[in-house]
Nanobody, 122 residues
Framework: QVQLVESGGGLVQAGGSLRLSCAASGRTFSRLTMGWFRQAPGKEREFVAA????????YYANSVKGRFTISRDNGKNMVYLQMNSLQPEDTAVYYC???????????????WGQGTQVTVSS
């Protein structure tokens, strides 16, 4: 079992930045592929970014590539999402997720956090 707790959401103006954090506990963190997803009002949840066990490989949705950066600290059981050049369309609840498999392109995650709200004003 893995518990995930997100933090760092909030209200920011367009063009601004936020850094989301996700604290993991339970199973060996360094064995988990970690991802971030988001869900905007009235829309389905969508993939944002993923990072491999070691942190050497990352994968991003086209909509955030070049603006968002996912990273992890296995010593602290933490994963981060640095979000720059935020736009109103980035407004959503952001979720941290974990999976046992190695593929970064699979969206089949086993564990989910409760989410943190990110609101970008124009």
């Amino acid at each position: 079992q893995v518990q995930l707790v997100e933090s760092g959401g909030g209200l920011v103006q367009a063009g601004g930045s936020l850094r989301l954090s996700c604290a993991a506990s339970g199973r060996t963190f360094s064995r988990l592929t970690m991802g971030w997803f988001r869900q905007a009002p009235g829309k389905e949840r969508e993939f944002v970014a993923a990072i491999s066990w070691s942190g050497d490989s990352t994968y991003y949705a086209n909509s955030v590539k070049g603006r968002f950066t996912i990273s992890r600290d296995n010593g602290k059981n933490m994963v981060y999402l640095q979000m720059n050049s935020l736009q109103p369309e980035d407004t959503a609840v952001y979720y941290c997720a974990a999976r046992s498999g190695a593929s970064l392109r699979s969206f089949n995650y086993d564990y989910w956090g409760q989410g943190t709200q990110v609101t970008v004003s124009s």
